[in-house]
């Protein structure tokens, strides 16, 4: 099958910080918290990114979206280059590309109702009379499994679940071609992600936007993702059709990963233990060293 022309492009980002100099005299140096990453996701499409704490994803992520300023690299988004666009990123790119983010209830100002927080990016980015957008705002909570009677409530009087749902709404709002959708389900539990995934699935299906979807559990992001993309310590090592690299990953750190599913079986889990334990040693004997 012959993908789209991509949505978004990314190409050799860079972002890096400067380290800590213990004497005055010492040479400058700095850590790359991303080092030359490149991928791309077409319209309607979703990428997972996948990786521990620590590996850069979230602030790939963070880099979209114009709130982390890169050190080299490109990307582009709909025609327009945010790396071109200096520290103020255009409007018309906030409108296209939206978030969602781990933890719902502090995404949410808890002294605002749901028509109030949902409705805001229409009346920040658009004219529409108060009833239009309130009209708006029963159709985005409708799609994502909520009702017009929670119009009134604030944050607080919702489950985890809910709070995320509000918060899918508010980033539909302005009809986004792009949602980074960082972490978020880790913090629901299991049988609430599986709902909120189906939501994310059902308005994808709907709006066609495209998903890239930042987590570090290799099992959720197989379930909504057409490809995913491993990264490690800055850099993408593995990228590929979600099932291919789920059920014949290639590097030895996507093996880890898959390995550390939890599993009921009592023996598997002890197979995998022992598995684990043998991957990680030898992925230290492999690993190379990395130029700081």
């Known amino acids: 099958m012959t993908r789209r022309p991509p949505l978004l492009e990314v190409q050799d980002l860079s972002v890096r910080y400067p380290a800590a100099r213990r004497f005055p005299w010492w040479k400058s140096r700095s850590n790359a918290a991303v080092d030359h ?11 997972g990114l996948v990786g521990e704490s620590g590996s850069g994803k979230s602030t790939v992520g963070r880099a979209i979206l114009g709130l982390q300023r890169i050190s080299a690299g490109t990307i582009r988004c709909d ?28 995404s949410l100002n808890p ?18 009379p108060r009833s239009t957008r309130t009209e708006r705002v029963v159709e985005l909570l409708e799609m994502v499994g909520l009702r017009s009677r929670h119009l009134s409530r604030h944050p607080y009087q919702f489950s985890g679940g809910q709070q995320q749902r509000i918060a899918i709404a508010r980033a539909l709002a302005l009809e986004p071609a792009l949602i980074i959708l960082d972490e978020p389900v880790s913090s ?40 995913i993309a491993v990264m490690y310590r800055g850099r ?24 550390s ?24 004997r492999q690993e190379p060293t990395v130029d700081q």
Do not use: W
């Open 37 to 47: 990453v490149s991928f791309d996701i077409a319209p309607g499409e979703t990428l």
């Open 79 to 106: 025609d327009v280059h945010i790396t071109d666009a200096g520290r103020k990123v255009p409007r018309s790119y906030r409108r296209r590309v939206q978030a969602v983010f781990q933890d719902p209830y502090g």
């Open 111 to 128: 002294t605002m109702i749901v028509a109030d927080l949902v409705g805001e990016p229409l009346a920040l980015h658009t004219d529409l």
């Open 188 to 227: 629901l539990d299991v049988s609430i992600q599986s709902q909120v995934i189906n939501v994310l699935e059902q308005v994808q299906a709907k709006t066609g936007v495209s998903y890239l979807f930042i987590a570090h559990d290799l099992a959720v992001v197989r379930h909504i993702s057409a490809r």
């Open 236 to 259: 993408i090592v593995e990228e590929g059709e979600a099932d291919r690299v789920c059920e014949k990953p290639e590097h030895p750190y996507s093996q880890l990963l898959l390995s």
């Open 261 to 284: 599913i939890l599993n009921v079986d009592l023996r598997d889990q002890a197979q995998r233990r022992a598995y684990r334990h043998e991957l990680a040693a030898s992925f230290r």
